[in-house]
């Protein structure tokens, strides 16, 4: 079976503060592919990145950064210097090679930025 | 290039009615996923089709909910009769094709509520 669990419910910043929102995964597929989404109030789902099982390499997007561990299970999402705007759910997502392409997604992490 | 097309924005039924959504993925794309992602939880797939055939419906209340993409374009969903715990809010994904690495588009969702 396939899981993924994003460890916080709900986190609350100040602007400018650093912030991380931690994601575990479960799956027995040797090839499978992470994913982070964004949902802000408006409702759609917003495409971060995506990670594959084969490259670890951490990866930087101007605030935003993902560790990917394989040896914990967990894709980890850094904002820094968090702004206003930021405020989202937040989901994390997994696509194994035995699946469809369905994904599979956390409970979601609400952030929530104060100027 | 146009985004994944949903609607209606909102309904409000009441239970026992029926109701139906409507999505037009992205031109070119061949899977397309119904979602449904209940308030303070992560989207669950419903059913994937790959063109107009289905690939997974193993999650969709089969009883009441059903699923069409007759011409490998756009989709409807509908629910007869509808009831409380399907107050939700539906969200139709397209991406390339079904691997998993592709990226899935979303659309903006349906919220519906049942009284």
């Known amino acids: 079976a396939q899981k993924v669990t994003q460890v916080q419910t709900e986190i609350s910043v100040v602007e400018k503060e650093d912030v991380t929102l931690d994601c575990v995964y479960e799956t027995r597929d040797t090839t499978y592919y992470l994913f982070w989404y964004k949902q802000p109030p408006s409702g759609e789902l917003v495409f971060l990145i995506r990670r594959n099982s084969f490259d670890e390499q951490n990866e930087i997007s101007g605030r935003y950064s993902w560790n990917f561990q394989k040896s914990t299970s967990s894709f980890n999402f850094t904002i820094t210097a968090s702004q206003v705007v930021d405020s989202a759910v937040y989901f994390c997502?997994?696509?194994?090679?035995?699946?469809?392409?369905?994904?599979?997604f956390g409970q979601g992490t609400t952030l929530q930025v104060k100027p | 290039e146009a985004g994944v097309a949903q609607s209606p924005r909102y309904k409000i039924i009441e239970k026992r009615q029926s109701v139906a959504f409507w999505c037009n993925p992205i031109?070119?794309?061949?899977?397309l996923y119904w979602y449904q992602q209940i308030l303070g939880q992560g989207p669950k797939l419903l059913i994937q089709f790959q063109n107009n055939g289905v690939v997974d419906d193993s999650q969709l209340p089969k009883d009441r909910f059903s699923a069409e993409r007759l011409k490998g374009v756009d989709s409807t969903l509908k629910i007869q009769p509808a009831k409380l715990e399907d107050s939700a809010v539906y969200l139709c994904a397209s991406s390339l094709t079904d691997q998993s690495h592709y990226e899935q588009y979303f659309g903006p969702g349906t919220r519906l509520t049942v009284t």
């Open positions: 997502a997994l696509s194994g090679s035995s699946n469809t392409g369905k994904l599979i």
């Open positions: 031109s070119g794309h061949a899977t």
